[in-house]
């Protein structure tokens, strides 16, 4: 059975200021990863996704993330953060042609001046 | 362009009533679920269904039942509220895995109950 998890459950940074937010997995199939942000009192929205090829995906909000099989590991990063990115960001996975994603249980981002 | 949509939005019950959670979706998906989103525990499988007619259970489909008559809509059914039920409910839908590989799911803004 696969399983994510996002260790940090809240991340504060200062305004400008690089983050990472950690996801590792477990599946014993070829996978497909997400980071989905949750913005307060509305629903998920979809940040970026790994399907094959380039194991550095760019998203949409300047955030990347890097797919590292070895490590079982899929961590969201930005260089420099926005008090607009204080939200929720939560990572999934999906199993080939599963037709379910396994969500972490989240990170709070929060972002200060 | 809707998406997904959620009706309604907040809803306050007291135990023991009944009710039932819409999600509609103009996006021809397969695919729809509905999840629960509680502090600190993500978000949790209910039930969902990978095509008209069809359902399966999810990670905590215990006191609640869904439908999915129509491929568009995908109901959630409360027969009898408990407070335990108080929650975030979120509705997703996605393409299935044939109709392209790694779909992401699509959520509505979700409803949210309270069950006194």
């Known amino acids: 059975a696969q399983s994510v998890t996002q260790l940090d459950s809240q991340v504060p940074v200062f305004e400008e200021a690089p983050v990472e937010l950690r996801c590792n997995y477990s599946?014993?199939?070829?996978?497909?990863l997400f980071w989905y942000v949750q913005y307060p009192n509305q629903g998920l929205q979809l940040l970026l996704k790994?399907?094959?090829?380039?194991?550095l995906v760019k998203g949409i909000n300047g955030f990347e993330a890097e797919f590292n099989k070895s490590q079982t590991s899929f961590h969201l990063r930005k260089p420099s953060v926005h008090i607009s990115d204080t939200a929720e960001y939560f990572c999934?996975?999906?199993?080939?042609?599963?037709?379910?994603?396994?969500f972490g249980t989240g990170t709070r981002l929060q972002v200060t001046l | 362009n809707a998406g997904v949509t959620q009706t309604p939005k907040f809803r306050v019950l007291k135990t023991g009533q009944s009710m039932t959670l819409l999600c509609a979706q103009d996006m021809n998906h397969e695919y729809m679920y509905w999840y629960r989103q509680d502090p600190g525990m993500g978000l949790r499988l209910i039930h969902y269904?990978?095509?008209?007619?069809?359902?399966a259970k999810g990670e905590v489909p215990d006191g609640y039942n869904v439908s999915r008559l129509k491929k568009q809509n995908f109901l959630l059914g409360l027969e009898s509220a408990a407070p335990s039920q108080t929650s975030v409910y979120f509705c997703a839908s996605s393409y299935s895995w044939w109709q392209g590989e790694g779909q992401p799911q699509h959520f509505g803004d979700g409803t949210r109950l309270s069950i006194l």
């Open positions: 599946s014993s199939v070829s996978v497909y």
């Open positions: 790994y399907l094959s090829g380039s194991t």
């Open positions: 269904s990978v095509g008209e007619g069809t359902t």
């Open positions: 999934a996975v999906r199993d080939g042609t599963a037709s379910k994603l396994t």
